[in-house]
């Protein structure tokens, strides 16, 4: 058990439709990281928050946004689904404010039908 | 060419058997994780190394910055082995994990 909590696990919706993953990181992290991996492009680094603020961005499609909370929990919302957006989403939490050891949450499956 | 490089992608051996997956990658990476990934989608962290050696259990990893070249090693594989190994490395400027393809070992008993 790696101390990240994401839920939910599985979530099943349509085309058009809007949703959102939630992420607890590990006690104490500060930094939380979302990460997308699907069939064709592999894990993929989406964004970083550390401590509440936005730390580092990757290749985070305007459709999505993220926040984190000041009790440290990150939601992930995607907006306006395609199929393409079908895949597993990870989140991921350090203590470190750079880089460090990662600890995973077990993801969210998203299917857009 | 991405930054980081896995090979092989797929490895099958037999229970037993010493295993060796190999990952290179490019200038601009400080910092080399590899995580392994179950068949129920779970990721956990093995290693994380910037240079020498690490040793968990039957698990080895190594890195040489010279060479911009890390491996990891699994003596006496068991079945239970099997995953999917990614090599991710820490990109500085860009200040981000950029991943490989991922290594699909399986073992067989």
């Known amino acids: 058990d790696s101390g990240v909590t994401q839920t939910p696990k599985h979530l099943i919706t349509a085309t058009g439709q809007r949703v959102t993953l939630r992420c607890s990181p590990r006690?104490?992290?500060?930094?939380v990281y979302w990460y997308q991996q699907s069939l064709d492009q592999g894990l993929q680094f989406l964004i970083q928050?550390?401590?509440?603020?936005?730390?580092a961005k990757g290749n985070i499609l305007e459709r999505f946004s993220a926040q984190q909370f000041p009790d440290l929990h990150s939601e992930l919302n995607l907006s306006s689904l395609e199929l393409g957006d079908s895949a597993l989403y990870f989140c991921?939490?350090?203590?470190?404010?750079?880089?460090?050891?990662?600890?995973f949450g077990e993801g969210s499956r998203l299917t857009v039908l | 060419k991405n930054e980081v490089e896995q090979s092989p992608q797929n490895l099958t051996a037999q229970e037993g058997e010493f295993i060796t997956i190999n990952c290179s990658y490019s200038?601009?990476?400080?910092?080399l994780h590899w995580l392994q990934q179950h068949p129920g989608g779970g990721i956990v962290s093995l290693f994380m190394?910037?240079?020498g050696k690490k040793k968990h259990g039957r698990l080895i990893a190594t890195i040489n910055i010279q060479e911009k070249h890390s491996s990891l090693h699994i003596t006496a594989s068991h079945p239970r082995d099997s995953a999917v190994y990614i090599c991710?490395?820490?990109?500085?400027?860009?200040?981000?994990?950029?991943f490989g393809q991922g290594t699909r070992l399986t073992i067989n008993p």
């Open positions: 991710a490395g820490y990109l500085q400027g860009a200040q981000k994990l950029v």
């Open positions: 991921a939490s350090s203590g470190l404010w750079l880089g460090g050891e990662l600890f």
């Open positions: 190394l910037s240079s």
């Open positions: 006690s104490g992290d500060l930094s």
């Open positions: 200038v601009g990476i400080s910092a």
């Open positions: 928050y550390y401590n509440g603020e936005e730390r």
